[in-house]
């Protein structure tokens, strides 16, 4: 798994989000993007995660910058995710993991002694001309905003 850094340009992708709609990330050119990705849509930790990136889509757009989310889920799960927890940000379904590969955050992981292969909780900040500025792999749910606001502080 090759892990992306400041520096690196971001792999584009285009993607199905709850909504049916395609989106790219070429699209958000000239914008920032605080980019993550979580294992499964309504989980705990990944709520938790989803819950403090909408709550910071006030900061976040004041700093220029717009959220997006990506998992394994479909669509339709992630209609659901929004739905119940009011996010109003992009969820993107990536079920062959082509893009989590893309960005390293797609590897083993281990359960209760069982190892499986999975999304490794992890966020980006990308800059306006899409390169990546920080990356934080297996990010606590947490820690994504501050890390990301910290960043953009700086």
Not at 1 to 20: E, I, K, N
Not at 78 to 102: C, G, R, T
Not at 120 to 145: H, M, Q
Request: glycine content about 10%; aromatic content about 10%.
């Amino acid at each position: 798994m090759a892990q992306l850094s400041g520096g690196d340009r971001a792999p584009d992708f285009a993607l199905t989000d709850q909504d049916g709609s395609e989106v790219k990330l070429s699209e958000f050119e000239g914008k920032k993007v605080l980019l993550y990705f979580y294992p499964k849509a309504g989980t705990s930790g990944c709520t938790k995660q989803a819950c403090s990136v909408r709550d910071a889509l006030p900061d976040l757009g004041d700093a220029g910058v717009v959220a997006l989310g990506i998992s394994p889920d479909k669509p339709e799960k992630q209609k659901k995710f929004d739905d119940k927890n009011e996010l109003s940000f992009p969820l993107l379904s990536d079920p062959d993991h082509s893009v989590a590969d893309a960005y390293g955050v797609w590897g083993e992981k281990s359960m209760y002694g069982k190892k499986y292969e999975g999304i490794i909780r992890s966020a980006f900040l990308i800059d306006e001309g899409g390169n990546i500025v920080d990356a934080w792999y297996k990010v606590r749910p947490a820690d994504t905003v501050p890390k990301a606001m910290a960043t953009l502080e700086n």
